[in-house]
Every structure is written in structure tokens, then in C-alpha cells.
């Protein structure tokens, strides 16, 4: 998603409760300029100094629970983190090949209000979480 930035990650920490460190802003910025959701793998790669897995598995999970970060499951195995730093909702696609994600500008919304008339045991629904997924034209040429 496009993102315009309007504080800086610091900032961002602070007001999200954290301790603005080095290693918090270096992981914040890894998801924060990724063009797509990241593994814990992907992001380890992509940080300077040497932050053991653990580190920062607890780290990316308190972006979570503060909702400055958001885990992604597409049914691979492998969980995916995106920045919520103004990214507006959406949705992904996800290469069934290569694993490739992109974000699209689409909502569930009117999957929610079906589900109401359908659904015989709720009488609300508060969220939902739609993939989708496919064939990226990269993995088509290829065949
Ligand atoms: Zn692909
Ligand atoms: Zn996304
Ligand atoms: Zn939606």
C-alpha cells in the first residue's frame, strides 16, 4: 500500500507505548518500507545488526498487539507482518507459486452483511479477513 508517512517511526513507538530504540526502529522501518508482508525470516534479512529470532518474534508480536503491525496467514505455514502505519484496509492476493503478495484496494464489507442474512447464530459480525489467491503473471510466463 502507499504510504505517506506523517510521523516519523519514532514518534510512531512512542505514542504506540514503546521505547523508541534503535533495534524497535529497525524493525518497525523493515515492515514500514516493504512493499509486501514480510516472514520473520524476510525481515531478519533485512535488519543490520544480528537480532536473534526471538527478539524479535516478541518484538514484531507487541507491534501487533499495539496494532501498529498486522500477522498475515495464507495457508503456507509461514506468518506474514505488515506495517498498519497508515495503511488503509485491505486485502492481498497471494501467488499459489511463489508466494508472491500484493496488497489490492478491495474490501470484504459486503461479505459481512451476506453472512448476516445467512448465518442462523450471529446477529453481528465485527471483522473479517479475506485472501485471495492465484497465479502471479511472472509464474505464468514461465510455464
Ligand atoms: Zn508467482
Ligand atoms: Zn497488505
Ligand atoms: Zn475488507
Given amino acids: ?16 507505548g514503546f521505547r523508541a530504540t534503535p533495534g524497535k526502529i529497525a524493525i518497525l522501518e523493515a ?3 516493504a512493499d509486501q508482508p514480510l516472514t520473520i525470516a524476510e525481515i531478519s ?4 545488526n544480528n537480532l536473534d529470532q526471538t527478539t524479535l518474534y516478541r518484538t514484531i508480536q507487541s507491534f501487533v498487539e ?13 506468518i ?7 495503511a488503509p484496509h485491505h486485502h492481498h492476493v497471494i501467488c499459489k507459486k511463489c508466494n508472491y503478495v500484493e496488497d489490492v484496494d478491495i474490501c470484504g464489507a459486503n461479505l459481512e452483511k451476506l453472512a448476516l442474512v445467512k448465518s442462523k447464530s450471529f446477529k453481528a459480525i465485527e471483522s473479517h479477513a479475506v485472501e485471495l489467491f492465484g497465479t502471479c503473471n511472472n509464474c505464468l510466463k514461465k510455464n
Fill in 1 to 16: 500500500m502507499k504510504k505517506t508517512g506523517k510521523s516519523p517511526l519514532n514518534e510512531i513507538l512512542r505514542e504506540a
Fill in 66 to 78: 499495539e496494532k501498529i503491525a498486522r500477522a498475515l496467514n495464507f495457508n503456507d505455514r509461514s
Fill in 45 to 48: 534479512k533485512k535488519l543490520k
Fill in 80 to 86: 506474514r507482518y505488515e506495517s498498519l502505519i497508515d
Fill in 31 to 33: 515492515l514500514f518500507k
